[in-house]
């Protein structure tokens, strides 16, 4: 039997917010920033949903953690996730998600070209987290305590989403 259209959008909305937030869960707690699989889902829901969907899986997973619910790294959250350490980093997931979408509608077809794209927008996003714990930080322990440690993570989490991708077949992809 045929789904409605909207109730199976729906579906595959909540369905990639749980994707989100489990991979809060999968976490190595490091400060200020942890390491986690939030960087891996944010680029795959992107890729695997499409950049329209995978930006509203985002945003409403940010809007949930907005909102109060524990749905980021730690059991974080409120607004004050918005303005911590980590705040760069948040804000740069929708647009990453979105671009991980569009790199794979547009040019990323293939591992190596989805491995590269995922590895740039691994690079936003640590140069997003840098720009803003600089502010708190400074420039040079942002460096060292919010980029280098997660650029070995960037690194196999590209190589990790190129693979998942590689055996996602296309009809459950919605961004093909």
Excluded: D
């Excluded at 930006?55 to 607004?79: E, I, T």
């Excluded at 004050?80 to 980093?89: D, M, R, V």
């Excluded at 590269?116 to 987290?129: D, T, V």
């Excluded at 460096?143 to 190589?159: N, Q």
């Amino acid at each position: 039997a045929n789904t409605h259209p909207r109730a199976r959008q729906i579906a595959f909305l909540l369905a990639g917010v749980g994707v989100l937030t489990a991979s809060s869960y999968v976490a190595v707690p490091m400060v200020p920033v942890p390491v986690t699989m939030q960087t891996l889902a944010v680029l795959l829901v992107g890729a695997a949903a499409g950049p329209r969907m995978g930006l509203a899986m985002v945003v409403s997973w940010l809007a949930l953690a907005a909102f109060g619910l524990p749905v980021l790294a730690g059991g974080k959250a409120g607004l004050l996730a918005f303005t911590g350490p980590t705040a760069g980093f948040l804000l740069a997931f929708p647009v990453t998600a979105f671009l991980a979408g569009l790199a794979v509608q547009t040019f990323a077809r293939g591992p190596l070209s989805r491995f590269a794209s995922f590895l740039g927008l691994h690079g936003l996003i640590l140069l997003a987290g840098w720009a803003w714990l600089s502010t708190l930080v400074g420039a040079e322990t942002a460096l060292l305590a919010g980029v280098a440690p997660f650029l070995v993570g960037a690194l196999i989490k590209s190589a990790l989403g190129a693979a998942i991708l590689a055996v996602i077949p296309g009809k459950y992809r919605s961004g093909h």
